[in-house]
């Protein structure tokens, strides 16, 4: 649940879809927007390099965070999950990873909602909806993959998926004691 002047770590779709829906200027006022460097340039650019907001702009209004390769190799050898990442996706968890503090992180991404989900932090994933509801702001520009529900979905579905892997795991390496139990008292035979 988001509050007003609560940090909002974004990516490039949010910021992207957000702008799109006209509520850029009523999300940055509200909430403490928060970004990556690799964020902020595919901002600069967006998609098929059409400019989604004045970079001058952005960087007075939002607080961008460099990543170096050191927090890269850190992170990427504690969570592996972090490598199937676009990089403004990838960087951004790095940094989120590392802090402290009650930020949520608003990306519809199918792949880093999945990550975000295996590294437990399911509870801090936030739909643009939900942001735009908190403030006033009309949500109903926004394609699906915004909206609270569909977040809602995809996180039950990757539970189940990471819950479903973590079962056959489990009996991947049980079976493989018993056999190699097996083997020895048969050999003793």
């Not at 059409?50 to 990427?76: G, K």
């Not at 909806?129 to 809602?152: C, M, N, S, V």
């Not at 579905?157 to 795991?169: C, G, H, I, R």
């Not at 489990?170 to 018993?178: H, I, M, P, V, Y």
Request: proline share 2%; hydrophobic share 40%; net charge negative.
């Amino acid at each position: 649940m988001a509050s007003a002047r609560q940090i909002v770590l974004v990516d490039n779709c949010a910021i992207s879809a957000c702008a799109d829906a006209g509520g850029w200027k009523a999300l940055v006022h509200r909430y403490q927007v928060e970004t990556v460097e690799e964020v902020a340039s595919e901002a600069g650019t967006g998609y098929q390099h059409r400019e989604i907001i004045d970079p001058e702009e952005f960087r007075a209004e939002v607080m961008i965070h460099p990543v170096t390769r050191a927090e890269r190799l850190e992170r990427q050898a504690e969570h592996a999950g972090l490598g199937v990442l676009d990089d403004g996706e990838r960087d951004l968890w790095i940094h989120a990873l590392g802090r402290s503090d009650g930020w949520i992180l608003c990306g519809p991404d199918s792949a880093s909602m999945r990550f975000g989900v295996r590294a437990g932090l399911s509870d801090r994933l936030i739909s643009l909806e939900e942001l735009f509801e908190k403030i006033g702001q009309p949500t109903r520009d926004l394609e699906e993959h915004h909206t609270k529900r569909w977040l809602r979905d995809k996180v039950s579905e990757y539970k189940v998926e990471f819950v479903s892997d973590q079962m056959k795991a489990a009996g991947a390496a049980k079976g493989n004691a018993t056999s190699k139990r097996g083997r020895v008292l048969g050999g003793r035979r």
